[in-house]
Nanobody, 119 residues
Framework: QVQLTESGGTVVQAGESLRLSCTAS????????MAWYRQAPRRQREVVAT???????TYASFVNDRFTISRDDVGNRMFLQMFSLEGEDTAVYYC?????????????WGRGTQVTVVS
């Protein structure tokens, strides 16, 4: 049974940094294109960043060079390092496969981790 577990979310002040982690059981990240997503209240889930199986990274335009996505296939983990957090970054953050291309199915969604940025 595949299970994704996100962690690291908390309440931070605007301008502070945070590092989110993602671990998986029942599946391996190796060979998969992966991504971080987020969902803010009353908004649809959106892609934050992707990292391909070949370690190519892409970021949503709103990231503005503030975040870094990384992966550790040996440890079966993913990370999202976030700097200069803003109120608009308040959301529940999820990791999952990068299924934007439509050629793969998402893995079962984890519970996500709540990031709240206050000013």
């Amino acid at each position: 049974q595949v299970q994704l577990t996100e962690s690291g979310g908390t309440v931070v002040q605007a301008g502070e940094s945070l590092r989110l982690s993602c671990t998986a059981s029942g599946t391996r990240f190796g060979g998969k294109d992966m991504a971080w997503y987020r969902q803010a209240p009353r908004r649809q889930r959106e892609v934050v960043a992707t990292v391909s199986h070949a370690f190519t990274r892409t970021y949503a335009s709103f990231v503005n060079d503030r975040f870094t996505i990384s992966r550790d296939d040996v440890g079966n983990r993913m990370f999202l390092q976030m700097f200069s957090l803003e109120g608009e970054d308040t959301a529940v953050y999820y990791c999952n496969a990068d299924f934007q291309g439509g050629n793969v199915e998402p893995l079962p969604w984890g519970r996500g981790t709540q990031v709240t940025v206050v000013s």
